[in-house]
């Protein structure tokens, strides 16, 4: 039997061992297409541009004393607690995109920041949200989302209360619906601007809000003071005048005539709180007609208690706002500054008064506030001191703002306590 041959070997002789395989050269990851690293660069850059704000506001709050970070960090982290939250996710979700599409460790860091931000940010609104139901507040999370301005309201009516020097100032009263046989509280407010700005529209949401709670509101105009226009002398006398009006047209309006307050915001607070406590101490008169009861109590959101002190302390425009309204500076008119700042006034026997104010306030700081009403205090005036948690000053501007609906009850409160 014949062996078939070999068809492999090599006819010279038995075959060769085959020569020993080189290693197979890998063919790597494909590379990203164009779109997916456009895409990519782009979310990490967005990514990275909403966690910085986001640190930025959210630090800001917590530690004001931080350069720039600390002035816009109690208005938006103050006011828009939960917006920031929400922003701070967004900043998360664009470091999750950048994450998946390849850079991870950046991605990993932006994703921890911005969460951190966030729990941050609902720290602040926890803070608040519980010291709005300490308050009495029934808080509503839909006005907190959705009313972020002055809400489009209008007033019941519009008057002119005086004219001096041709110059017509009008009042908007808000006013509760009518219960025939009883009287409602009232209240005049002085709307803010540093003397020189802003008029009674910006208290529209207070003023309704007010008056569907049973308090009838007199937002009022005051002259308002120029670089070549002084009011010091000339806005009090408004207010006197406003005072008058109300007093006199308490029946058209059912107006409870023991029970008018005087009080306003910032600015405003200052010259209500002014006003109100020389008028009690026979300090000031009116010039034209006849001078007004002392007020029920009064009240001061947020304000400058001494002119000189803002003046000195040249926060955020107070310096200029002082000058306008005086005509120059300390040195110079020495007596101006004094007449119109409200330490100057505190004697036993004031009325009651409410002083509000945010923990986080540069231009009204809370210990400058809270100084007057100890010396208020000392001398025996029934005083209500609140402190609302990281809120800026004009903490009230956003209507549906956890600190705007807790200081409107506050005010509520106080308003309504006159009668018991």
């Not at 704000?53 to 960090?73: C, E, F």
């Not at 998946?100 to 911005?114: C, E, K, T």
């Not at 200052?270 to 009690?280: G, S, W």
């Amino acid at each position: 039997m014949t062996t078939p041959r070999n068809s492999a070997a090599s006819p010279a002789g038995p075959a060769s061992p085959a020569a020993p395989a080189g290693p197979a050269r890998s063919a790597g990851p494909a590379r990203p297409g164009r779109l997916v690293r456009i895409l990519r660069a782009a979310s990490a850059v967005l990514a990275s541009f909403l966690a910085f704000l986001a640190v930025a506001i959210v630090l800001g709050a917590y530690v004001p004393a931080i350069p720039k970070a600390g002035i816009i960090g109690p208005v938006l982290g103050g006011q828009y607690p939960f917006h920031m939250a929400l922003f701070a996710l967004v900043a998360a979700g664009f470091a999750a995109l950048a994450r998946r599409a390849g850079l991870v460790r950046w991605g990993r860091v932006v994703i921890v920041v911005s969460s951190l931000c966030t729990v941050g940010a609902l720290v602040i609104g926890g803070i608040q949200f519980q010291a709005a139901r300490e308050a009495g507040v029934d808080v509503s999370l839909g006005q907190v989302f959705t009313e972020l301005g002055y809400p489009a309201v209008k007033p019941d009516a519009t008057e002119t209360f005086a004219s001096p020097e041709g110059e017509p100032l009008q009042v908007d009263a808000y006013l509760p619906a009518k219960d025939p046989g009883r009287r409602t509280p009232a209240v005049v407010l002085a709307h803010a601007g540093g003397f020189h700005t802003f008029d009674k529209s910006d208290l529209r949401g207070t003023g309704h809000w007010l008056a569907d709670h049973g308090v009838a509101v007199f937002a009022v105009d005051y002259r308002l003071a120029g670089p070549d226009r002084p009011t010091w002398d000339k806005a009090p006398q408004d207010l006197l005048s406003a005072m008058s009006w109300v007093q006199r047209n308490a029946d058209a309006y059912g107006v409870d005539t023991a029970r008018i307050s005087l009080g306003g915001m910032s600015a405003g607070g200052t010259l209500a709180m002014n006003t109100a406590y020389r008028l009690h101490n026979g300090t000031i008169k009116a010039l034209d007609g006849a001078t007004p009861a002392p007020p029920a109590s009064v009240i001061g959101f947020y304000p400058g208690t001494d002119v000189a002190q803002m003046w000195e302390e040249d926060v955020a425009g107070t310096r200029e706002a002082a000058e306008m309204y005086t005509g120059g500076t300390p040195q110079q008119y020495p007596d101006r500054y004094r007449e119109v700042s409200p330490t100057s006034d505190v004697r036993p026997g004031l009325p009651r008064t409410l002083l509000v104010v945010g923990d986080r306030d540069r231009s009204a700081r809370p210990e400058t506030v809270t100084a007057l009403g100890d010396a208020l205090r000392e001398q025996g005036v029934d005083v209500e001191m609140k402190q609302l948690p990281f809120a800026d000053h004009a903490f009230d501007d956003v209507y549906g703002s956890l600190t705007s609906q807790t200081s409107r009850q506050i005010l509520l409160d106080f308003l309504r306590a006159d009668g018991r």
